[in-house]
């Protein structure tokens, strides 16, 4: 009996680990698009201020408030990027430095154009679906459970790289394993 509320605790953690992770997702996303409405606000400014130096005959270089809003838009913009990777590492993904495609997180090689992506992923056996640097569901058997059959069905419908026989993911033009076109 003691094992069956062990186990119901456990869970109850995992859950609420991930509520956790939900909320903190979006309340990023709330500060992203903040970010995006002041982006917009700063490229409407920088629009109107080259509109009236045009306007006033005046040609070469850019007025010195263009400059200015092109520096505050360079931060806004970094601040915005840095939110999105936060994101992206509450959902164990990763994006090409190459292409910007997203990815699992730990995969060798983009599965959009076949870059590498930076940490390596030791697979001892390519027939096996691996879990690509999953968050810690140790305390959570129903998350690990439903993680399990997540990856059987994705075995199921998954091709087969001609070069390694990793599964690959479906619709993508490289092998995230070897990196090479399928």
Request: hydrophobic share 30%.
């Given at each position: 009996m003691t094992n069956f509320f062990d186990k119901i605790k456990k869970g109850a953690r995992g859950a609420g680990k991930k509520a956790q992770e939900t909320?903190?997702?979006?309340?990023?996303?709330?500060?992203?698009k903040t970010k995006q409405k002041e982006i917009s606000r700063l490229f409407m400014y920088m629009?109107?201020?080259?509109?009236?130096?045009?306007?006033?005959?005046?040609?070469?270089?850019l007025p010195g408030a263009c400059v200015d809003?092109?520096?505050?838009?360079?931060?806004?913009?970094?601040?915005?990027?840095?939110?999105?990777?936060?994101?992206?590492?509450?959902?164990?993904?990763a994006k090409c430095a190459s292409c910007g495609q997203i990815n699992v997180r730990g995969v060798n090689f983009c599965a959009e154009c076949g870059?590498?992506?930076?940490?390596?992923?030791?697979?001892?056996d390519?027939?096996?679906?691996?879990?690509?640097e999953p968050p810690n569901y140790e305390d959570d058997p129903l998350m690990q459970e439903e993680l399990f059959e997540q990856q059987m069905q994705h075995?199921?419908?998954?091709?087969?790289?001609?070069?390694?026989?990793?599964?690959?993911?479906?619709?993508?033009?490289f092998c995230h394993q070897c990196g090479r076109a399928r």
């Open positions: 909320v903190e997702i979006n309340r990023i996303k709330m500060q992203i629009g109107d201020a080259l509109y009236q130096h045009m306007s006033k005959g005046e040609k070469g270089s809003l092109k520096q505050e838009l360079d931060r806004k913009i970094t601040e915005k990027e840095a939110l999105e990777e936060r994101i992206r590492e509450l959902k164990h993904l870059h590498p992506m930076g940490t390596k992923l030791e697979v001892q390519t027939k096996i679906w691996p879990m690509l075995m199921e419908r998954s091709e087969q790289c001609p070069h390694c026989g990793h599964p690959v993911f479906p619709g993508k033009r």
